[in-house]
């Protein structure tokens, strides 16, 4: 059997067109309520959505190619043998149920179409962006992998286990929602200082903001200049410090540094007027200064990783610019200090959104780590959300130990006028 005639396939191509270009409005509505932390709707002064246009020349070779595309996929849904390539579709029960991988075709064929009309839009790069990724995760959410009615190898696992998956996976969702997040790991494993942080160290100072943290020598000597770890603020500091194998903190003891690192602490309703130059003067110099008392040290070296290097390296200009310069060598691991290309962030910031988290937390509140942990998984949202969703709870697995995993799940708060300062001078001027 094949097509009656390629008009028919030509008028079902223009109606998918026609409905993609009018739904267009709604589906960027919903991505300009994006956020980190969710922007609400109807807030005043917003303006209005911009007036997305298409280039005709790209719309019509994106009409040629979707003909072309569905008209192989279906001759091919006829001989029983679609073609699917993606790693979401992969198991042996996808392609031996030709419904199945029809769908899964179908899908792809779908994305592949709606990423094309993000391209053919005629507009500043910012706007295409956000409609790119706003497709990213409309698409990511929309897979058929992601649905129990649709997933065959959801199904065929339901009937191998005589619906035991589907009770676990129940199990699962349930507690995934009394611990508030998707689990990446088997939390359950892992201990921080059993399996996890176990390098040995003591306290030596503490203040509302932080705890320092001074490890156990593991030379018989030590170099004379002290050596600082300085990590982000928006996780806890085991980042460095995972498993002995892959631990910056031992490693650095271990070649006869002293070694000191910064612990946040996670901000509660106490902390929620700090700002930067609270964290840079109480928190950063201050490590700097309790390190040299501690050790009798003039110079220091340093580290700071992702924005604590951004942490760092504020205050060592404040410290330059009051005539102190205490550390010999700072070293900077994936840190931005100039934020020209912020990658993917840049979607979400503009001054708009900087000015409702201005209003909504800059003079006090806290951001929600898990709010903040929530947007980095949807970066990616195939990997470190949908991904999971599937094994966890449609097919009732339990994600295998990943420490990593651990550690990005144990997320922290933020102070609310920290926050806003922070996204105002350095995503959106750069300052």
């Not at 990213?136 to 959801?154: G, R």
């Not at 286990?161 to 929602?177: F, M, V, Y």
């Not at 002293?258 to 950063?284: C, G, H």
Request: net charge negative; proline share 5%.
């Amino acid at each position: 059997m094949k097509l009656d005639s390629s008009e028919q396939w030509a008028q079902g191509a223009q109606q998918i067109q026609k409905q993609m270009t009018e739904g267009w409005a709604s589906l960027f509505q919903s991505f300009q309520n994006m956020d980190l932390g969710g922007l609400p709707k109807g807030i005043a002064g917003m303006p209005e959505l911009p007036n997305v246009q298409f280039s005709p020349a790209k719309l019509e070779a994106l009409q040629q190619q979707y003909l072309k595309d569905a008209t192989e996929l279906w001759n091919q849904g006829l001989q029983g043998k679609p073609a699917v390539k993606d790693r979401r579709f992969a198991g042996d029960a996808w392609s031996g149920n030709p419904m199945a991988a029809f769908s899964a075709a179908a899908y792809l064929l779908n994305t592949r179409t709606l990423m094309g009309l993000a391209d053919a839009v005629e507009g500043d790069t910012k706007t295409k962006n956000r409609i790119r990724f706003a497709i990213e995760q409309l698409m990511a959410a929309a897979s058929p992998s992601n649905f129990l009615a649709m997933n065959a190898d959801a199904q065929k696992k339901a009937l191998e286990t005589k619906g035991e998956s589907i009770a676990k996976g129940i199990q699962n969702l349930l507690h995934d929602i009394r611990q508030g997040h998707v689990s990446m790991t088997d939390e359950s494993l892992f201990e921080v200082g059993r399996n996890v942080a176990t390098t040995e160290g003591a306290v030596v100072f503490e203040n509302e903001l932080f705890q320092l943290i001074e490890y156990k020598p593991l030379t018989a000597k030590v170099y004379e200049k002290p050596f600082l770890l300085v990590p982000p603020c928006i996780n806890k500091f085991y980042i460095l410090d995972l498993q002995p194998e892959n631990s910056v903190i031992r490693y650095a003891v271990a070649q006869g540094h002293r070694t000191f690192v910064v612990s946040w602490r996670n901000p509660d309703a106490s902390l929620a007027q700090k700002t930067w130059d609270d964290y840079i003067e109480d928190a950063a110099i201050k490590a700097i200064e309790v390190t040299q008392a501690i050790t009798g040290a003039e110079k220091i070296n340093a580290l700071g990783f992702c924005v604590g290097g951004t942490i760092l390296s504020t205050a060592l200009a404040v410290l330059a610019a009051r005539g102190q310069e205490p550390v010999a060598s700072a070293t900077l691991l994936t840190t931005l200090v100039d934020f020209t290309d912020t990658g993917i962030l840049d979607v979400f910031i503009d001054e708009n959104f900087v000015k409702f988290r201005e209003m909504q937390m800059g003079q006090g509140g806290l951001l929600k780590g898990q709010d903040l942990a929530s947007t980095f998984s949807f970066l990616r949202p195939n990997d470190l959300v949908w991904n999971y969703v599937v094994g966890n709870y449609l097919k009732g697995e339990t994600p295998p130990p990943f420490d990593l995993l651990y550690w990005n799940s144990d997320s922290t708060n933020l102070p609310g006028p920290f926050y806003a300062w922070y996204l105002r001078n350095t995503y959106l001027e750069n300052n």
